[in-house]
Structure formats: C-alpha cells, structure tokens
C-alpha cells in the first residue's frame, strides 16, 4: 500500500475555487474581486468594498446608500446583548466577549435559520452594525465609561472610533482606521474563513459559521497577532533594545509576532498601506520613537531571518496610537474581516459541498479486550 501524501497544515492545498479574492505571493498583490486592495484602500469606504465582497461589483450611490440606511439603523445593541456584555468578567478577553454576544445576536435574529441569499446578506449587514457596537461598548466598561450611543449621520469607521471614544479624532485617524478596515476585510482561505465555510458546508447557520471564525481568529498564529506585536513593543521598550530583544527571543526559538506569512514568502502585500498610515499617525501623534522601534525590529528580523513583517505588524501600533486598548485589537480585526467570512458563507452556500477530510491512522493496530 502507498502512504499517503499528508500536507500538513494542508499548507499548499487548494482546497475549492473561490471568486472573493486573490492572493498573488510572487506579484505580491491580493485583489478583491479583480480590485487591488491598495486601490480600495486610497479610493472607497469600508462600506463600498463590503459590498464589493458580498456581490461581486462595487455598488452604485443607491445601493450604497441602502447599505448605509440598513447599516445605521442597527446600530444600536439589544438589552439582552449589553446585559450579557455586562455578565462577562472583565478578566475574560475582549475576543470571548465577541464571540459570546456575536452568538447572542444570532439568537436573537428570528431568521436566523433563513439560509436564502437575501436573508444571508440581511444577517452580514446586521454584523457589520453590530460587531462595533460590541467592540465599543466592551472597552468603555473595561475603562468604567459610559456607553456612547451610535450617530448616524457618521459612516461605520468614524462612528466605531465614535462610540469607543466618545468623540470622532481627527480626519487623519479616521482615515487610518478606514485604510486597516479595508486592508483587514478579506483574504482567501484563510484559518478563520476556512472555518466559516466548513462550518457552512454542514448546512449549519451564518451566525454559528462567525462564531466559529472569531475562534479561529483569536489565536496569536492568526489574528491574535495584532495584539501579541504590541506586547512585543511594550516588552523591547525602545529602539536600542531591540536587536538584543530579537536574539533573545531567537535563541529561545520563539515565533516573532507580525513577521512571516503561510501564503507571502517576500512580504505581505497589504504591509506597505498599512505602514504609510501609521506613518502619518506617528507624525499626527508626534511618537517618533514608535517608529524607530518598529523600524529597527523588522531591520534586525530581515538581517536574521531573512523574515518580513505581515500585516499585524504595521495595524498593532496603529491601533495603539488611536488610543485602543491592546486587548481589543483583534476584535477590530474581526469588525472588518466579517465582510470576508460572510462573502465566503455565501459563496460556500451557493455551490455546496460537505468539508470532510480524510486522516491517516497512526494509532495502535487492531487489538481486543482481554
Ligand atoms: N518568527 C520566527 N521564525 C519564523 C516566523 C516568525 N514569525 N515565521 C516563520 N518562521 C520560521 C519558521 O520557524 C520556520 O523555520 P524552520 O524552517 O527553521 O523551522 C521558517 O520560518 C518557515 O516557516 P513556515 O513553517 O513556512 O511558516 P508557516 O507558513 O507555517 O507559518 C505563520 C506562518 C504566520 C504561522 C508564522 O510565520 C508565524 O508564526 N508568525 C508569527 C505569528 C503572526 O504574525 N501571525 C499573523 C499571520 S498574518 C495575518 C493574520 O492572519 O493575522
């Protein structure tokens, strides 16, 4: 008998076609929907390119302005999702608290069960509203503030910072939040979407398919990261101490956050948007000395490793900046990338097939009670 081939990781599987995105390592370009992503990122909304993901064509100014009346006027968070946001102690993490009151959402949505495409996009617009609802309403009671209410004369980006905040900064800050959104919205099979779609693949609901990627999303090998950079930064400190920092870490045989990507060998595509926003948000913050640190890290990791950062490298300082609390870094993370997962739901739905593997035994050979 053959062994067989087992790729571990099912690193290099191509596991179904997909029509969402495409991620090209060698032109180190992702396109959504035939787009480049940088162009998205200089030119459209977040709003503009969720829409892009779930139908396949930018909208037109009343499809957008749909999107935007149907976004705005389910802002605002039921008194069962705050009363369990409340329930949940504040030494669970902000992830937890996502995908607990995500689910709850899903509870409480009586079409829930409706998997036609028309309810399908329902459900995904009803998200977009409500995950930074979540986001908001879970830092200010971690901080001992008092909820914002949503304001609907502000797109999604500036009312996010709006209700986290309590005010709307200034355009440059908002323009760096809407850059990470779109960077972060989508990007192909992915852990966390190839979640969403086997959870799809059994038949099971849109919600329960979220649920499972903000799971998959919160490990430090995936999302995680954004927040695990900035611990990284916290412990290095300052510029100096970072080569030293790094050979430490490197002996130690410990995976550096933000640097290295299953799919870019030669660097993350969406790395060089990114980094000029933060760029702009040192300047606006005046915090040089962030910028040098993170220069001289990935300096030494190139120089080392020959490894080059991904895209939580440049969004965990720039969330920092904006003034979020680190551990609520990748639920903003999953405010954007829920445009994604909920594209792929669709497009899993719509050409069906059970996710079912096969394993190759390796355990004991058949053998009986005494
Ligand atoms: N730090 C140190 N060494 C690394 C790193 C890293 N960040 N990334 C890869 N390597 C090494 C790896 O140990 C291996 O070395 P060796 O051949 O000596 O065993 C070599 O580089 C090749 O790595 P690989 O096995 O091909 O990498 P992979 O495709 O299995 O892993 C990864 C990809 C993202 C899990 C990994 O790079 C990693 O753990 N990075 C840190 C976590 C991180 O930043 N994740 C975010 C990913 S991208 C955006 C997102 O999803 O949020």
Not at 181 to 197: C, G, I, K, P
């Amino acid at each position: 008998t053959t062994e067989p081939e087992i790729r571990k990781g099912l690193a290099g599987v191509v596991a179904d076609t997909t029509a969402i995105s495409k991620v090209n390592p060698e032109s180190n370009s992702l396109l959504y929907r035939g787009y480049p992503v940088q162009e998205l990122a200089a030119r459209c909304s977040f709003e503009e390119v969720a829409w892009l993901l779930w139908h396949g064509e930018l909208p037109t100014p009343a499809e957008l302005a749909g999107l935007q009346e149907a976004e705005r006027a389910q802002r605002a968070l039921a008194p069962q999702v705050r009363a369990v946001v409340d329930a949940i102690p504040t030494a669970a993490h902000p992830m937890d608290v996502l995908r607990t009151a995500v689910s709850l959402v899903g509870a409480l949505d009586p079409t829930a069960a409706d998997s036609s495409r028309e309810a399908e996009v329902a459900a995904s617009v009803r998200l977009l509203a409500q995950i930074p609802a979540i986001v908001a309403y879970d830092q200010r009671r971690r901080r001992g503030q008092d909820v914002v209410e949503p304001r609907d004369d502000l797109d999604l980006a500036a009312n996010l910072l709006h209700m986290t905040f309590g005010e709307v900064p200034d355009d440059v800050v908002v323009d760096a939040f809407r850059v990470s959104l779109v960077l972060y919205a989508e990007h192909s099979f992915n852990a966390s979407t190839f979640t969403a779609r086997v959870v799809t693949s059994t038949l099971s609901d849109l919600y329960s398919a979220v649920v499972a990627a903000i799971g998959a999303l919160k490990g430090p090998l995936h999302g995680g990261a954004n927040e695990a950079v900035m611990h990284v930064f916290d412990q290095i400190g300052s510029a100096d101490r970072a080569e030293e920092w790094l050979d430490r870490a490197l002996g130690e045989k410990r995976k550096i956050m933000g640097f290295g990507h299953r799919v870019y060998k030669h660097g993350d595509s969406r790395v060089p948007t990114m980094k000029a926003a933060l760029d702009r948000l040192v300047e606006h913050y005046g915090r040089q000395d962030l910028a040098e640190l993170y220069d001289r890290l990935e300096a030494a990791m190139v120089a080392r490793k020959s490894i080059r950062p991904n895209l939580d490298y440049p969004s965990g300082p720039a969330y920092h900046l904006m003034g979020f609390d680190t551990a609520t870094f990748t639920p903003l993370f999953v405010a954007a990338r829920v445009t994604g997962w909920t594209a792929h739901v669709m497009e899993q739905r719509a050409a069906n097939s059970l996710i079912r593997p096969l394993s190759a035994y390796v355990g004991p050979e058949e053998r009986h009670l005494p």
